[in-house]
């Protein structure tokens, strides 16, 4: 491939296949260039011949095909790209990825793939709804697969619902922000990311935790990466995988990822989006503490203030601090409280009440404050809000004079 950005499209075989000649023309409009395969279904919708009309290239279809595997097409494929886009999304194709089958060239490839994965599925509201399909997409969400969900309305099978591709529009964006250059943006620029829950012991089996999954800090880190930072991340107890190129420290008190985050400095920016226990029990038991019958008290003492203790430092104060608030009620109001009250430069505060999904869901909706006011962010991916961050840190450091 000679374009300077690139991404590989899976076309499977979805009633919606033809909006993928339609997403090519638009790529090919931004100079990025596409590299298309096609399922043994998807070319019942779509011919061979129109992707590579469109594409100006082969477009690929069999995994054993003999001049392609000599050279390993499978792997090679993943590696020429930036971004591995696959649109339509069938669910048949959403179930193989998300169980680590590959007995067929597009599946084969996701599973070798070492680019970021961008879903746009498109199917029929009930295959959509149905639980296997969601667990499937819960679990490559957790492999780190990126999605751009279905719209509703109307849908080629005559019935109404959930299951619309997404609109060509809101394709680009997303390809665009995925694959804008930024290796190098932050490279001189060192970065402290903190993400997870703290667990406070009560006992050896026993703790005090929350339900941070550690999502949006991990997103962080990996988006700080890619922008070119160095980056520690600082973690407390999660599922997540590590982000690729970010030092990882493991903790698992508040005490603990205090040194650790005081052992890093000094950085450059620091993002403490970890969910840290505000309190830890006083006196932890040393032996497991039996039932007795009668109700039990525990006294908590509060933990020590990270992001305050951070935005204090006098020497080593990062020349931008940046805190989470994880709110249930008044986000904005509270949020510019804390913001004040911690003598942070920005607070991301999102809301978590009841209903929101925001602790372990893949989507945030947040505000970003500063000294000037709120900023409004739509609901988009935790790693759309990381690459949005990343930006948003671009531009400060830069007009700081810092870049
Ligand atoms: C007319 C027709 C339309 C279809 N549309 C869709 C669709 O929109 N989404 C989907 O997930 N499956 C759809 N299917 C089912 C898939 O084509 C089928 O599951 C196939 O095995 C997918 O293979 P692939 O994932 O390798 O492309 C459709 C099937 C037919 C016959």
Redesign the pocket.
Known sequence: MTDSRNILLIV?????AYKALDLIRRLDERQIGVQCIL????SKFVTPLSLSALSGKKVYTDLFSLTDEQEMGHIRLSREADLIVVA?A????IAKAANGIGD?L?STVLLAADKPVLFVP???AR?WQHPATQRNLAQLGQDGAQFLPPNDGDL?CGEIGTGRMAETGQILERVESLVSHKEGMLGSVTALVTSGPTYEPIDPVRYIGNHSSGKQGHAIAQALVQYGAKVTLVTGPTHEPDPPGATIVRITTAKEMMEACLNCLPVDVAVCAAAVGDWRIEATAEKKIKRGGNAKTFDLVENADILKHISAENQNRPELVVGFAAETENVIENATNKRAAKGCDWIIANDVSNGTKVFGGIDNKVHLIDHSGAEEWPQISKIAVADRLAKKIVSQLKSNKRL
């Open positions: 499977s075989g979805g009633i919606a399922t043994a279904a998807g339509p069938t669910a048949n194709l067929d597009a498109s199917m029929n295959m080629a």
